[in-house]
């Protein structure tokens, strides 16, 4: 056994883990990169694990060690299982997050035109909206080209994706849950936008 590289595969793998749950818990849209990187962490941690504990032949595990890496191990599987029972981090489902029905207003982003161009400095206008859960957190996005380009709304935390979209066509998604979603637009990642959404009392409706 190496327990060099024992140590650091643990501590790539704990890395790994930590750094696919944070961005996905809807902090920052900077944190993307990170989720993308833990991955490959995570990845090389697993593929250490093994040569770490199996160089020059069968370990032999002895006293606190055995409960040491058991006790990881464990903590690791179970933190992963209850992730995914609770459904939060990485298996946050978009179901979840997502309504069926448009709320009684809703709110439009208009992708200028000539966000395609990577110095554009206004792409999803507003980029930065805020909306209140089952008020008005049906948002459209329309797709304001004016030359023949398709755009996305691509949840930067996997929660959404409106797939490619053309000139004039629209995107519609209602908003069920509070957070702060990040997304993006996949052929053009410098296109930007935040769709912030509150939950709480409904204002008294003034159509009645
Ligand atoms: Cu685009």
New binding site residues.
Partial sequence: MDETILAVAILFIIMGVAGIFIPSMGISETMRPLAEFSGFLLALGIVMLPIGLFRGGLPVLTGGKVYALSFLGIGLVSFVLVSAALQIGPFMKIEEIGLTGPTPFNVTIV?LPG??DPTATE?YSPANVKVLAGYNSTVIWVNGEQVN????VTSDQGLFDSGLFGPKETWVFTFGRAGIYPYH????PW?QGIVTVEEGPLPESTSG
């Fill in positions: 992708i966000s395609f792409t380009v398709a755009h996305t637009c996949t052929p053009h296109m």
